[in-house]
């Protein structure tokens, strides 16, 4: 079994920075990716970034590049997402995930981060 939580969601004005965390505990020794989406209220959920260790590379949505930043420490553990510069838009509730070479997918509960204007 995974568990994940998330945590470092709030109210953060335009211009605000906030930084989620995600732990990942269990049965983490396999783990291809680790990322986080997004889903703002009446939308699809939204890729936001994610690390993938099948190719070594880190990726990002559209609306953030240049703004976020994620990070994971070394033993896959804890996931970051670092938010810079937020604006109305980015107003969602935050999932962290992961996945596994074999097509499993675990997700946290969520965290709300609403930026007002």
């Known amino acids: 079994q995974v568990h994940m939580v998330e945590s470092g969601g709030g109210l953060v004005h335009v211009g605000g920075s906030l930084r989620l965390s995600c732990v990942v505990s269990?049965?983490?020794?396999?783990?291809?990716?680790m990322g986080w989406f997004r889903q703002a209220p009446d939308k699809a959920r939204e890729f936001v970034a994610r690390d993938d260790w099948s190719d070594g590379a880190t990726y990002y949505g559209d609306p953030v590049k240049g703004r976020f930043t994620i990070s994971t420490d070394n033993a896959k553990t804890t996931v970051y997402l670092q938010m810079n510069n937020l604006k109305p838009e980015d107003t969602a509730v935050y999932y962290c995930?992961?996945?596994?070479?074999?097509?499993?997918?675990?997700w946290g509960q969520g965290t709300q981060v609403t930026v007002s204007s």
């Open positions: 269990g049965r983490t020794a396999n783990i291809r990716s």
């Open positions: 995930y992961i996945d596994t070479p074999e097509g499993q997918n675990y």
